[in-house]
Structures are given as structure tokens and as C-alpha cells.
């Protein structure tokens, strides 16, 4: 029989409601590496697998971040990194919006809906030690548009 589940849980040592914002920014992270998942399956393109796997391991370490508020190497030189993986896939023919085709396109469509939903969560806890991330959500978005219809 399953026991009763109950409305707290640990995070960083502290008993905390499962209704603080925190819960649903873990979530929403939880949510994106998942989709991720999905691009890194349908991929036929080693060199993009590759990016999707670093981009998974960068946000782990987000989650281990977000998890225990410990500092640690937040992100590090992955912001450069976005700028010019974005400047290698941006097309600059592209006028209109594309409809994804593929599986492949459309996983990492989804995946680009769920980086925006866990960018807005992480805007909402309005904690000025976050402006990094968001700024790394924001081009990790570009990012998967710019894969998405290369």
C-alpha cells in the first residue's frame, strides 16, 4: 500500500511545500532534458546528438544548482558557446515561420516550447542570481529554432 504522500519534501536540507515556485522550475527543467531526450533519438546527425548531449549535461548541473543553491560552475563558457552555435545554424534566407516536417523537427520544436515555459518559471522566482541562466534559457532557444529548420 502506498503511503500517504505528503504536501512537503527536502530540497537543500530544508523542509519546503511542494507548492513553492521552485517545484515547478524543477519540473519544467525535468521536462526540457526529457524532450531533449527525444531530439538526441530521432537525430540522424552525430554532430547535432553531440550538442544535445552537452546541452543535457549543462542542465543537470542547472538542476544540481537550482536543487542546492550551492555555486558552482554555472554554465561556465557555454553562453559563448550558444552565440556561436547559433551564428553556424542561423539562416539568414529564413523569412517566415516553418512548420516542422520531421520528427526530428518537431522534437526539437518541442523541446525550444519547453525551454521558454522553463525560462518563464525561472523569470517568475526574481532572484537577480538567476540573470545568467536566463540568459542562457533565451539563447539555448534560438539555438534549438536554428536546428530545427537548418
Not at 502506498?2 to 519540473?27: C, M, N, Q, R, Y
Not at 526539437?108 to 518559471?121: C, D, V
Request: charged share 30%.
Amino acid at each position: 500500500m502506498l503511503k500517504k504522500d505528503h504536501s512537503s519534501t527536502f530540497l537543500a536540507g530544508k523542509s519546503i511545500s511542494k507548492s513553492e515556485p521552485i517545484f515547478e522550475v524543477l519540473g519544467n527543467l525535468d521536462e526540457l532534458i526529457i524532450s531533449l531526450s527525444l531530439c538526441f533519438s530521432f537525430s540522424n546527425s552525430e554532430e547535432t546528438k553531440t550538442l544535445i548531449e552537452k546541452i543535457q549535461k549543462e542542465l543537470i548541473k542547472v538542476g544540481a544548482f537550482l536543487s542546492t543553491g550551492k555555486e558552482g560552475e554555472l554554465l561556465g563558457t557555454f553562453i559563448e558557446e550558444l552565440k556561436e552555435a547559433i551564428k553556424k545554424y542561423k539562416r539568414e534566407d529564413l523569412k517566415d515561420f516553418v512548420l516542422p516536417r520531421t520528427r526530428e523537427d518537431s522534437f526539437i520544436h518541442l523541446s525550444r516550447t519547453k525551454t521558454r515555459t522553463f525560462e518563464r518559471s525561472v523569470i517568475r522566482l526574481k532572484s537577480k542570481q538567476l540573470d545568467s541562466l536566463i540568459e542562457y534559457l533565451n539563447l539555448l532557444s534560438q539555438l534549438l529554432f536554428w536546428l530545427a529548420v537548418k
